[in-house]
């Protein structure tokens, strides 16, 4: 799943992962991560989500990674908001009051660049990336965020029946990934899921509260 990959997909408007509506799970679940207003949460592989709008309506500060310039010029467009565009070693960064977007390649992000943050919200990141990338992003993720906690959401499916993205990750591999890290809470396994599927499998969206062990 390489960069020109998922530059395509969105040249062709392939973006069936992007909901037109504000996830459910993350309305339902974001409590859990019992944040203070302002805080920093960190959207790994965020796209153009209406999440983040969400997000800013509550006080929260964003953060997130993107590769696609177009995904993040759309994404300002639809947040109304005018951005400041600097350059900042390997990526394109898109800043306003309350956000901060890099656009370039997640493993390239450092700890440095990215700067504390107090929790990361991973909605169909990890389920994007097949399981040699899934095992250097846990890795690469864990090390810049400094095990911050993170509310997850997931797919679980039968992942012969088709291929991904999004690809299939239960419940047992989002332990084997994170368990010496984290506790690993299962909140949900809705079956209701609004987007982003190819409709060959019954899948089902988990969600899962990851604090810090
Ligand atoms: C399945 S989509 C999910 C987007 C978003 N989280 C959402 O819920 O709508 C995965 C996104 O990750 C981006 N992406 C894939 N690999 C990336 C990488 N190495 N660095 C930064 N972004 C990446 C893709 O362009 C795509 O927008």
């Known amino acids: 799943m390489d960069l020109d990959f998922w530059n395509e997909r969105w040249e062709k408007e ?4 992007h909901m037109k509506k504000v996830n459910p ?9 019992n944040l203070a207003q302002k805080k920093r949460i960190f959207l790994p ?8 709008a969400w997000l800013l309506s509550k006080g929260y500060s964003i953060v997130g990674i993107e590769l696609n310039k177009d995904a993040i010029d759309a994404l300002f467009h639809e947040l109304n908001i005018t951005p400041l565009i600097s350059k900042e070693n390997d990526f394109v960064k898109y800043s306003a009051k309350n956000i901060d ?6 493993f390239k992000m450092s700890a440095e660049i990215l700067k504390p943050i107090d929790a990361i919200y991973d909605r169909a990141a990890l389920v994007a990336l097949p399981l040699e990338m899934r095992i250097e992003y846990v ?25 991904g993205p999004p690809f299939s990750v239960p419940l047992s591999e989002i332990e084997h990934h994170y368990s010496d890290y984290y506790e690993i809470k299962l909140l949900d396994e809705n ?9 060959k499998s019954q899948a ?10």
């Open 45 to 52: 592989l965020c796209g153009k989500t209406l999440d983040i």
């Open 101 to 106: 977007i890099y656009v370039g390649d997640f």
């Open 25 to 33: 799970m993350l309305i339902k679940y974001f409590h859990k991560l």
């Open 14 to 17: 392939e973006i069936a992962f």
């Open 204 to 213: 089902i969206e988990t969600v899962c509260i990851l604090h810090n062990s």
């Open 139 to 163: 890795s690469h993720l864990l090390n810049i965020t400094n095990v911050a906690p993170q509310l997850l959401i997931s797919y679980d499916y039968e992942q012969n029946i088709m291929s």
């Open 191 to 199: 079956i209701d899921i609004p987007s982003g599927l190819k409709r």
